[in-house]
């Protein structure tokens, strides 16, 4: 069955930067889009990135922009979220995503 495993969060100061994986398995990577959502506690999931099948179409939400770069390796089935210049409101459970399925979630705490 379809597993999307994530890993890479943890505890950063302010201006940091962490890299979240997220390693799928259960279904042929190479042919889907990838996503990465989050969720700050007592708050809606919302859209982090998105990266289509190919690697070269690439998008972000406005409150990430410049800041975040969602990238791919298909041969490893993993995607990347590289997280630069970390604010407080970053703080949140990260979750990788393909269309019906969800991982767990690794969570990401952004505090001096």
């Known amino acids: 069955q379809v597993q999307l495993v994530e890993s890479g969060g943890g505890l950063v100061q302010p201006g940091g930067s962490l890299r979240l994986s997220c390693a799928a398995s259960?279904?042929?990577?190479?042919?889907?889009?990838m996503n990465w959502y989050r969720q700050g506690q007592g708050k809606e999931r919302e859209f982090v990135a998105t990266?289509?099948?190919?690697?070269?179409?690439?998008n972000y939400a406005d409150s990430v922009k410049g800041r975040f770069t969602i990238s791919r390796d298909n041969a490893r089935n993993t995607v990347y979220l590289q997280m630069n210049n970390l604010k407080a409101e970053d703080t949140a459970v990260y979750y990788c995503?393909?269309?019906?399925?969800w991982g767990q979630g690794t969570q990401v705490t952004v505090s001096s």
């Open positions: 990266i289509s099948w190919t690697g070269r179409y690439t």
């Open positions: 259960g279904f042929t990577f190479s042919n889907y889009g």
């Open positions: 995503n393909t269309p019906g399925h």
